[in-house]
T-cell receptor
Framework: DQQVKQNSPSLSVQEGRISILNCDYT??????FLWYKKYPAEGPTFLIS?????DKNEDGRFTVFLNKSAKHLSLHIVPSQPGDSAVYFC???????????FGSGTQLTVLP | GAVVSQHPSWVICKSGTSVKIECRSL??????MFWYRQFPKQSLMLMAT?????????EQGVEKDKFLINHASLTLSTLTVTSAHPEDSSFYIC?????????????FGPGTRLTVL
């Protein structure tokens, strides 16, 4: 049972445009969400996170939106750059448990 | 800050041998470390959670006698794949949590590519 789902395995965006990556979850206990970026043969790199008490968190070009009623979060990257091309994973956790449940990832390709 | 290293980054071994992978938090103390494996084009699957000085907690379906985890200090955890077989070939990634808010945050190592011949 996949508790965190990323339904789009890939996304292509033109440089300078907005990239929107989506993530859905089923476990209503999740209260903390994170986005990670991963290049091939490397470990994931933390990008941005959001607590369930917020609906938006912004950090430079990256903004994460959380819609608790829809159990949906999204990562917006604007403007997109070729260096943003990577696999993006969303992850979720709850309470003081430090375990993360990952989605299956979305391969973002930013075209120059 | 928050750097996690893994060693080796790539290892090839013969079937039946054991392989040890080290995970170190370089600039912080990690009360909890996690071990994941990732198959090509798939998500990271949590294998086990280890807390310093105690036994690791394994996820369902992960053989604890095959994947031995030791978290002997606040900066070092090791994963030993015992009697490795070709189906154990995978990308193994560790992460470390500093244990302070936001304590859900994990910092990942660069991963270890294991190929079992």
């Amino acid at each position: 049972d996949q508790q965190v789902k990323q339904n789009s395995p890939s996304l292509s965006v033109q440089e300078g445009r907005i990239s929107i990556l989506n993530c859905d979850y089923t476990n209503s206990m999740f209260d903390y969400f994170l986005w990670y970026k991963k290049y091939p043969a490397e470990g994931p790199t933390f990008l941005i996170s959001i607590s369930s008490i917020k609906d938006k968190n912004e950090d430079g070009r990256f903004t994460v939106f959380l819609n608790k009623s829809a159990k949906h979060l999204s990562l917006h990257i604007v403007p997109s750059q070729p260096g943003d091309s990577a696999v993006y994973f969303c992850a979720a956790s709850f309470g003081s448990a430090r375990q993360l449940t990952f989605g299956s990832g979305t391969q973002l390709t930013v075209l120059p | 800050g928050a750097v996690v290293s893994q060693h080796p980054s790539w290892v090839i071994c013969k079937s039946g041998t054991s392989v040890k992978i080290e995970c170190r938090s370089l600039d912080f103390q990690a009360t909890t470390m996690f071990w994941y494996r990732q198959f090509p084009k798939q998500s990271l699957m949590l294998m086990a959670t280890s807390n310093e000085g105690s036994k690791a907690t394994y996820e369902q379906g992960v053989e604890k006698d095959k994947f031995l985890i030791n978290h002997a200090s606040l900066t070092l955890s090791t994963l030993t794949v015992t009697s490795a077989h070709p189906e154990d070939s995978s990308f193994y990634i560790c992460s470390a949590s500093p244990g302070e808010a936001p304590y859900n945050e994990q910092f990942f190592g660069p991963g270890t590519r294991l190929t079992v011949l």
